[in-house]
């Protein structure tokens, strides 16, 4: 289990929860129509350096009260991923609102299973959350990271915030997220390709 | 899927129940369990959904 805190911040931090945040898919014009797709998500994780983002609420900060200030650690954008209950990851189903079928064959009681319980495949962090919080126990699942207008967060901050997971657990996950974002994958050549001719 | 607890409301009229001042409770940071299982089950439920939204662009003729 996780150690988080309900308290708000006043600024975004890493490891923070928030609830129904919003990803444009696409905006288009067509014939005098606009259409705009967006995902909602119910419940995301920021994953950005806190260093970054509290140097971000300090530049905004200071650049108000000294307009000579320059902006050089403003953010346009926060990394975040999406939570999924874990139920839900299990059956493939996360993602059915979209009309998107995910592995539903996860042997969630062998080797596999245990692995990702035990936060030991680069992909997924499994997340158990203290029984207070509405949240269930969630899986994010890395591969499905985006990025969010920092100001548009900033907006809704106060009142989709859930909790923030707290120091160390935190750093895991971001670590766990750079690993995942910097491994390399190697092909599986055959005999012939494994000779490369000068 | 979670069973629902049986929410003890015998010996109230619906209007003189006990109410949650949700709004409160988030600012101290503190919700009492008994509160939250049933946010908890609705909020189990939820995933990531699509909304798509058309407007007709109308022009400024001034």
Redesign the interface.
């Known amino acids: 289990m996780i150690r988080v805190k309900v308290s708000k911040s006043n600024r975004i931090r890493q490891g923070d929860i928030y609830r129904n945040v919003e990803y444009i898919e696409y905006v288009k014009e067509e014939k005098g129509i606009l259409e705009i797709s967006k995902i909602i998500y119910p419940y995301i994780i920021v994953l950005t350096q806190d260093c970054d983002l509290e140097q971000d609420f300090k530049n905004r900060k200071e650049k108000r009260e000294k307009p000579e200030k320059t902006q050089d650690k403003y953010l346009f954008s926060v990394l975040v991923a999406p939570l999924f209950n874990i139920e839900h990851f299990k059956k493939g189903e996360h993602f059915s609102e979209l009309k998107i079928h995910m592995r539903d064959d996860i042997p969630w009681d062998r080797t596999e299973g245990n692995k990702i319980r035990k936060n030991e495949l680069p992909r997924y962090q499994y997340i158990k959350f203290p029984p207070e919080l509405e949240i269930v126990d969630s899986i994010i699942d890395f591969k499905h990271f985006f990025s969010i207008n920092i100001e548009n967060l900033n907006e809704i901050r106060r009142k989709n915030f859930i909790c923030s997971v707290s120091e160390l657990f935190r750093e895991e996950i971001s670590d766990r997220f750079a690993f995942y974002l910097s491994r390399i994958g190697l092909p599986e050549l055959k005999p012939k390709e494994k000779l490369v001719s000068l | 899927m979670?069973k629902r607890k049986q929410v003890e409301t015998t010996g109230y009229a619906a209007q003189e129940a006990p109410q949650t001042d949700a709004t409160e409770k988030e600012?101290e940071?503190?919700?009492d369990?008994k509160e939250?299982e049933p946010?908890?089950d609705k909020?189990?439920?939820?995933?990531?959904?699509?909304?798509?939204?058309?407007?007709?662009?109308t022009h400024d003729k001034s």
């Open positions: 979670r600012e940071g503190i919700r369990y939250v946010e908890k909020h189990a439920l939820l995933k990531p959904k699509r909304v798509i939204i058309r407007a007709i662009i």
